[in-house]
């Protein structure tokens, strides 16, 4: 209980109070502020308890790298839990929940029980432990104990969308470095975007105190800034970059932020000529005795919380430093009104300048001292502090600020495969080696100075674009030196020195990971879970590994690190979803009948088109519907909503040779008016689709696709159109969609389609088996194909789509006395299979050539090439022990689809087999029947075969595969 | 991510916009019946799969529907060439 808010100061809107619940505590907040500032200001303490040993937590620091304070929240546009406090702008009326600790992170009766067993649970304590009977026993507890928040279920109604977009330069990171960047590429005409993942441009310009230029650094800033947009650039803010791929394409996620909160989410998909990488660091901890206690935050945390926020960590600062910035934060705390700090720093002589200044501000100035122990169980209350010759002071204080070094924010480089290298100078890892047309500028690179900042950013731009500008200045007030590395406190007990605080990894836990060789930093990573928690390791890696490279006696630079992946911070699984979820998933296709489908009961399955599997008016269970109308089709009429067939239209004066290339039968014969059935394939043998063809007339042919692959042939045809015979005059039109098809089936179908008006003869000579006829039906222009998919005579009646549902419903109001009914898919196959006609996808597979299903007559006949005619006579297409379709009946029980033949002699398994089941029914004419592909299958008609299916054995015997009207009298009445 | 410029519509297309077709300049012989069983495999089959540059052809499905032929570097990603598909590619190829 230490934050509070100071009374001037900050980039807060002051005018525009805002309230918001934590733990339904009503609190006060101001526009400008993020959740943690607000909380920090309202003096919250323990803001959580820690993953493993529930020891109390509090904010960590300003933004993405804070490891402790991570919140469950609600905005006017939805629930999360496990958010990043500093990475939630604080709107009113938001309601904020610690997701750890039970029941409350003051009081956490699981705490009680860790402070007991956490010396057991050190690294590896699951793999140890609960090994024994098995996890799962243990599984539930743990869970509850550990996790951050749960969700509530709902689905919320943030907006997600993806943007994709190019660029020649993409800038990421709008603090000095990136400004300078973009300042120095005004007038070069490059298209360039700006990306920040704060709120506003500016970066650490927004909190420091710094000049550029005669004036203050966020009145350069905002210049620059809009002087940036006012040209046409891009400003991307709110928005993170989160990671970077092959040919420099990046993806970013882009918060929407409006005054409820977060609106929603847009990813962008980017790709950049040139890439300026100005991403900043973060501070490092230092790691001590009790490091973890409520009130230790980042010193560069400690000024951005004063500086953009106007919050104060606490009234008596303590700052634990072992570099130069450890100075600054004293001198801003100082200059903020609060008493000045006391600094703790490692090294013996610092610079001179920054001491005296210190000094003359107010702190006391320890050298050669370090922190060995904090008192305060739930905030700190005290550090001990050890000078160089042992002698030890308490220091009272209720804030602690901790200045190790600074590290770069090299992820997106390494991303890239840049290898970090580790740099003695500012003791962290940076990317020397960059991707090509990649440039780095500002504290990624180790900079440290503000003057030195600006002037990488403006180099790395003039290296795109020289527009000669000049390089912005700074006058170095204060340089910040080198950095006295100190990995770990020389005295304190390693048990509670805490170097992850998300997975509360200790400095013992490494030194233990070390004796049980564990010593390559990803095995160290995944043994101790060090960096691998939600912060991705922002603020322990460093000091991990180099606590291991000490306990291994190899530098650092010899640990190296471990892989960075994307993303660089969380990404919501509902953002990358985008609108593929729930009904965006995959778009529903609604036939043009469809509201009478549902009229009349139609139980809907997904076959690309909504399509009815059966009908309700028709039964009240399923398999008596589908009897209902199997029957209705063999003895009376049927209707079906065939609308989903493909129809492509081939037209232009070479037409027909175009199209006799890619069907497997011989169509130079085709007469005007006439069908023909056929199959195709791709150059290598294998049959992709099935269907008839309609000669319209000699320049223009109807194909008929499967459904499924409407499309697909219809690229196929433009593919070889295109890029094999560009020289052929023809046009392709795929037409699926503009035309309803409505297939009349049955004895009486001839009797329905005249009750229809037709303004053309039907009669049977008129208009015989695999003819086409165009003409007027009810009044609207249709196209007729007598075909027959279920051995009955059948019609398939075209009319445009607008026209398809009241052609249903007047087949279905005229063909009521005939005693039609409305046939769904189910019934559709099942009438198929009992006349063995091939169900594509079902009866055919990746591998069978039309051979393989008795079209070789049909090959053998056609003189010309088509597409898949040479492979057909290839050695393994010709080799005799081929797969090929036949029918089967059983022989002592019901054959099921997907049974394995087994070959030969074999009546159990496992065993070799030699085929299986494609399709299988029960026919209310022909009893159980099916299809299956059998190796050599065609020449064993009349054999039986045992079939596997579901852990039994039945038997079977290969036939010929129709088993309703072999005749084929039907087809021609 | 693949960023190529449609020869034929000259928009700039994204790779979910686009359709890849595999090798370029594959030759189907004229007379397939006169071609060899290793001729026509070869054909089928046979690709170069190259470490480095890369023909193939692309099609701006989202687009324009026209298919075109792309240099491009498979380690990188980087296209360094476009041309329609009437034109022979002067990046990569047989050596």
Same mark, same amino acid.
């Given at each position: 209980?230490?934050?509070?808010?100071?009374?001037?100061?900050?980039?807060?809107?002051?005018?525009?109070?805002?309230?918001?619940?934590?733990?339904?505590?009503?609190?006060?907040?101001?526009?400008?502020?993020?959740?943690?500032?607000?909380?920090?200001?309202?003096?919250?303490?323990?803001?959580?308890?820690?993953?493993?040993?529930?020891?109390?937590?509090?904010?960590?620091?300003?933004?993405?790298?804070?490891?402790?304070?991570?919140?469950?929240?609600?905005?006017?546009?939805?629930?999360?839990?496990? !958010?990043?406090?500093?990475?939630?702008?604080?709107?009113?009326?938001?309601?904020?929940?610690?997701?750890?600790?039970?029941?409350?992170?003051?009081?956490?009766?699981?705490?009680?029980?860790?402070?007991?067993?956490?010396?057991?649970?050190?690294?590896?304590?699951?793999?140890?432990?609960?090994?024994?009977?098995?996890?799962?026993?243990?599984?539930?507890?743990?869970?509850?104990?550990?996790?951050?928040?749960?969700?509530?279920?709902?689905?919320?109604?943030?907006?997600?969308?993806?943007?994709?977009?190019?660029?020649?330069?993409?800038?990421?990171?709008?603090?000095?470095?990136?400004?300078?960047?973009?300042?120095?590429?005004?007038?070069?005409?490059?298209?360039?975007?700006?990306?920040?993942?704060?709120?506003?441009?500016?970066?650490?310009?927004?909190?420091?105190?710094?000049?550029?230029?005669?004036?203050?650094?966020?009145?350069?800033?905002?210049?620059?800034?809009?002087?940036?947009?006012?040209?046409?650039?891009?400003?991307?803010?709110?928005?993170?970059?989160?990671?970077?791929?092959?040919?420099?394409?990046?993806?970013?996620?882009?918060?929407?932020?409006?005054?409820?909160?977060?609106?929603?989410?847009?990813?962008?998909?980017?790709?950049?000529?040139? +890439?300026?990488?100005?991403?900043?660091?973060?501070?490092?901890?230092?790691?001590?005795?009790?490091?973890?206690?409520?009130?230790?935050?980042?010193?560069?945390?400690?000024?951005?919380?004063?500086?953009?926020?106007?919050?104060?960590?606490?009234?008596?600062?303590?700052?634990?430093?072992?570099?130069?910035?450890?100075?600054?934060?004293?001198?801003?705390?100082?200059?903020?009104?609060?008493?000045?700090?006391?600094?703790?720093?490692?090294?013996?002589?610092?610079?001179?300048?920054?001491?005296?200044?210190?000094?003359?501000? @107010?702190?006391?100035?320890?050298?050669?001292?370090? +922190?060995?122990?904090?008192?305060?169980?739930?905030?700190?209350?005290? +550090?001990?502090?050890?000078?160089?010759?042992?002698?030890?002071?308490?220091?009272?204080?209720?804030?602690?600020?901790?200045?190790?070094?600074?590290?770069?924010?090299?992820?997106?480089?390494?991303?890239?495969?840049?290898?970090?290298?580790?740099?003695?100078?500012?003791?962290?890892?940076?990317?020397?080696?960059?991707?090509?047309?990649?440039?780095?500028?500002?504290?990624?690179?180790?900079?440290?100075?503000?003057?030195?900042?600006?002037?990488?950013?403006?180099?790395?731009?003039?290296?795109?674009?020289?527009?000669?500008?000049?390089?912005?200045?700074?006058?170095?007030?204060?340089?910040?030196?080198?950095?006295?590395?100190?990995?770990?406190?020389?005295?304190?007990?390693?048990?509670?020195?805490?170097?992850? !605080?998300?997975?509360?990894?200790?400095?013992?836990?490494?030194?233990?990971?070390?004796? =049980?060789?564990?010593?390559?930093?990803?095995?160290?990573?995944?043994?101790?879970?060090?960096?691998?928690?939600?912060?991705?390791?922002?603020?322990?890696?460093?000091?991990?590994?180099?606590?291991?490279?000490?306990?291994?006696?190899?530098?650092?630079?010899?640990?190296?690190?471990?892989?960075?992946?994307?993303?660089?911070?969380?990404?919501?699984?509902?953002?990358?979803?985008?609108?593929?979820?729930?009904?965006?998933?995959?778009?529903?296709?609604?036939?043009?009948?469809?509201?009478?489908?549902?009229?009349?009961?139609?139980?809907?399955?997904?076959?690309?088109?909504?399509?009815?599997?059966?009908?309700?008016?028709?039964?009240?269970?399923?398999? /008596?519907?589908?009897?209902? =109308?199997?029957?209705?089709?063999?003895?009376?009429?049927?209707?079906?909503?065939?609308?989903?067939?493909?129809?492509?239209?081939?037209?232009?004066?070479?037409?027909?040779?175009?199209?006799?290339?890619?069907?497997?039968?011989?169509?130079?014969?085709?007469?005007?008016?006439?069908?023909?059935?056929?199959?195709?394939?791709?150059?290598?043998?294998?049959?992709?689709?099935?269907?008839?063809?309609?000669?319209?007339?000699?320049?223009?042919?109807?194909?008929?696709?499967?459904?499924?692959?409407?499309?697909?042939?219809?690229?196929?045809?433009?593919?070889?159109?295109?890029?094999?015979?560009?020289?052929?005059?023809?046009?392709?039109?795929?037409?699926?969609?503009?035309?309803?098809?409505?297939?009349?089936?049955?004895?009486?179908?001839?009797?329905?389609?005249?009750? !229809?008006?037709?303004?053309?003869?039907?009669?049977?000579?008129?208009?015989?088996?695999?003819?086409?006829?165009?003409?007027?039906?009810?009044? +609207?222009?249709?196209?007729?194909?007598?075909?027959?998919?279920?051995?009955?005579?059948?019609?398939?009646?075209?009319?445009?789509?607008?026209?398809?549902?009241?052609?249903?419903?007047?087949?279905?109001? =005229? @063909?009521? /006395?005939?005693?039609?009914?409305?046939?769904?898919?189910?019934?559709?196959?099942?009438?198929?299979?009992?006349?063995?006609?091939?169900?594509?996808?079902?009866?055919?597979?990746?591998?069978?050539?039309?051979?393989?299903?008795?079209?070789?007559?049909?090959?053998?006949?056609?003189?010309?090439?088509?597409?898949?005619?040479?492979?057909?006579?290839?050695?393994?297409?010709?080799?005799?022990?081929?797969?090929?379709?036949?029918?089967?009946?059983?022989?002592?029980?019901?054959?099921?689809?997907?049974?394995?033949?087994?070959?030969?002699?074999?009546?159990?398994?496992?065993?070799?087999?030699?085929?299986?089941?494609?399709?299988?029914?029960?026919?209310?004419?022909?009893?159980?029947?099916?299809?299956?592909?059998?190796?050599?299958?065609?020449?064993?008609?009349?054999?039986?075969?045992?079939?596997?299916?579901?852990?039994?054995?039945?038997?079977?015997?290969?036939?010929?595969?129709?088993?309703?009207?072999?005749?084929?009298?039907?087809?021609?009445? | 991510?693949?960023?190529?410029?449609?020869?034929?519509?000259?928009?700039?297309?994204?790779?979910?916009?686009?359709?890849?077709?595999?090798?370029?300049?594959?030759?189907?012989?004229?007379?397939?019946?006169?071609?060899?069983?290793?001729?026509?495999?070869?054909?089928?089959?046979?690709?170069?799969?190259?470490?480095?540059?890369?023909?193939?052809?692309?099609?701006?499905?989202?687009?324009?529907?026209?298919?075109?032929?792309?240099?491009?570097?498979?380690?990188?990603?980087?296209?360094?060439?476009?041309?329609?598909?009437?034109?022979?590619?002067?990046?990569?190829?047989?050596?």
């Amino acid at each position: 209980m230490s934050g509070f808010r100071l009374e001037n100061g900050g980039r807060i809107d002051r005018s525009h109070p805002f309230r918001f619940t934590y733990n339904g505590r009503s609190l006060s907040g101001f526009a400008g502020d993020t959740l943690a500032s607000a909380l920090l200001a309202n003096g919250s303490g323990i803001i959580g308890r820690s993953f493993k040993y529930h020891r109390p937590r509090g904010i960590y620091a300003a933004g993405v790298e804070d490891p402790n304070a991570m919140l469950a929240v609600r905005d006017a546009h939805g629930y999360e839990p496990g !958010l990043r406090a500093g990475q939630v702008a604080l709107v009113d009326g938001l309601e904020a929940k610690s997701v750890t600790g039970w029941p409350s992170p003051d009081f956490d009766l699981v705490a009680s029980f860790t402070r007991f067993a956490a010396p057991f649970m050190t690294a590896g304590f699951y793999y140890k432990t609960l090994k024994w009977p098995n996890w799962s026993w243990y599984e539930e507890a743990i869970r509850k104990a550990a996790g951050f928040g749960l969700p509530d279920g709902a689905v919320d109604g943030r907006l997600r969308e993806y943007r994709h977009a190019t660029c020649d330069v993409l800038v990421i990171g709008a603090g000095p470095a990136g400004l300078a960047a973009v300042r120095a590429l005004k007038g070069s005409g490059r298209d360039v975007v700006l990306v920040d993942h704060a709120n506003a441009a500016g970066g650490a310009l927004r909190w420091e105190d710094a000049d550029v230029d005669g004036q203050s650094g966020m009145d350069w800033a905002d210049g620059v800034v809009s002087d940036f947009t006012a040209e046409g650039g891009t400003l991307l803010l709110n928005t993170f970059v989160t990671g970077a791929y092959e040919g420099n394409f990046f993806t970013m996620v882009e918060s929407l932020v409006d005054e409820g909160g977060l609106k929603g989410e847009r990813i962008w998909k980017l790709k950049a000529e040139h +890439v300026i990488l100005a991403t900043g660091s973060v501070d490092r901890p230092l790691v001590y005795q009790n490091n973890d206690r409520p009130g230790t935050l980042l010193s560069s945390s400690v000024r951005q919380f004063i500086g953009e926020y106007g919050v104060a960590a606490g009234q008596q600062l303590v700052i634990f430093t072992n570099n130069d910035s450890g100075y600054l934060t004293a001198l801003k705390v100082a200059r903020a009104g609060l008493s000045a700090p006391h600094i703790i720093d490692t090294r013996q002589a610092p610079s001179e300048a920054h001491v005296e200044a210190a000094r003359a501000a @107010g702190s006391r100035v320890h050298l050669g001292a370090h +922190v060995s122990n904090v008192t305060g169980g739930k905030h700190v209350k005290a +550090v001990a502090v050890s000078g160089e010759s042992g002698q030890q002071v308490s220091l009272p204080c209720d804030a602690i600020a901790l200045a190790g070094g600074s590290t770069p924010v090299v992820h997106l480089a390494a991303h890239r495969g840049s290898k970090p290298v580790y740099d003695e100078a500012s003791a962290s890892f940076v990317c020397p080696t960059l991707p090509r047309r990649w440039y780095s500028a500002g504290a990624v690179t180790g900079a440290r100075n503000l003057a030195e900042v600006l002037a990488q950013g403006h180099e790395a731009a003039q290296t795109i674009a020289n527009t000669g500008a000049d390089v912005p200045q700074s006058e170095v007030m204060l340089g910040m030196g080198g950095v006295a590395a100190m990995w770990q406190a020389p005295t304190g007990n390693p048990k509670n020195m805490f170097v992850d !605080l998300q997975n509360d990894v200790k400095a013992s836990d490494i030194k233990l990971a070390a004796r =049980e060789n564990y010593v390559s930093v990803e095995h160290l990573k995944r043994y101790t879970t060090l960096g691998m928690g939600t912060d991705q390791g922002r603020t322990s890696n460093i000091n991990g590994l180099a606590i291991m490279a000490d306990a291994t006696g190899r530098d650092i630079g010899v640990v190296g690190t471990t892989t960075f992946r994307p993303p660089y911070t969380a990404t919501r699984m509902g953002a990358i979803a985008h609108h593929r979820q729930m009904d965006g998933y995959a778009p529903r296709r609604l036939m043009p009948a469809h509201q009478d489908h549902v009229a009349h009961g139609a139980k809907f399955e997904d076959f690309g088109w909504q399509r009815p599997d059966w009908y309700g008016c028709n039964g009240t269970d399923r398999e /008596a519907a589908i009897k209902v =109308e199997m029957k209705a089709v063999r003895g009376a009429v049927g209707v079906f909503d065939a609308s989903p067939l493909g129809k492509i239209e081939v037209a232009g004066p070479d037409a027909r040779a175009f199209i006799n290339k890619f069907y497997v039968s011989n169509l130079t014969t085709l007469k005007t008016g006439r069908v023909r059935y056929s199959v195709m394939c791709h150059d290598d043998g294998i049959i992709f689709d099935d269907g008839v063809v309609a000669c319209i007339d000699d320049n223009l042919f109807l194909a008929g696709p499967t459904s499924g692959n409407a499309e697909s042939v219809a690229a196929w045809f433009e593919r070889w159109r295109q890029t094999e015979w560009p020289d052929m005059q023809v046009a392709i039109a795929p037409v699926t969609s503009n035309w309803a098809a409505i297939a009349l089936a049955g004895p009486k179908a001839r009797d329905l389609l005249a009750k !229809l008006s037709p303004d053309f003869d039907i009669s049977k000579d008129a208009f015989p088996h695999m003819h086409y006829r165009e003409g007027n039906i009810a009044g +609207v222009p249709a196209r007729v194909a007598r075909v027959s998919f279920t051995g009955e005579l059948q019609y398939e009646v075209s009319v445009p789509a607008r026209y398809g549902q009241a052609l249903m419903q007047a087949a279905m109001r =005229e @063909g009521d /006395a005939m005693g039609a009914k409305r046939i769904g898919m189910e019934a559709w196959l099942r009438l198929r299979l009992e006349k063995g006609y091939l169900h594509l996808g079902s009866d055919t597979n990746g591998r069978t050539t039309p051979l393989d299903i008795g079209m070789g007559g049909v090959v053998a006949k056609k003189q010309a090439d088509f597409l898949g005619k040479r492979a057909l006579s290839l050695p393994y297409n010709a080799s005799g022990r081929r797969e090929e379709l036949v029918g089967l009946k059983p022989i002592d029980a019901p054959i099921q689809i997907g049974g394995r033949i087994l070959a030969d002699g074999y009546d159990s398994v496992p065993c070799p087999t030699i085929g299986n089941v494609t399709s299988a029914c029960d026919s209310p004419d022909a009893g159980n029947i099916a299809m299956a592909l059998i190796e050599r299958g065609a020449s064993r008609i009349g054999e039986r075969v045992n079939i596997y299916a579901e852990g039994s054995i039945s038997e079977a015997k290969i036939c010929v595969p129709v088993f309703v009207d072999p005749k084929n009298e039907r087809l021609h009445v | 991510m693949i960023v190529i410029t449609c020869p034929y519509c000259q928009e700039i297309r994204h790779e979910e916009e686009l359709t890849y077709g595999g090798e370029a300049e594959i030759i189907r012989p004229l007379e397939p019946e006169k071609a060899s069983d290793d001729e026509w495999t070869e054909y089928l089959y046979f690709r170069t799969n190259p470490k480095g540059v890369h023909q193939e052809q692309w099609c701006c499905s989202g687009g324009c529907g026209q298919w075109f032929k792309v240099a491009r570097d498979t380690v990188s990603h980087e296209v360094l060439e476009v041309t329609t598909f009437n034109m022979k590619l002067k990046t990569g190829g047989p050596a």
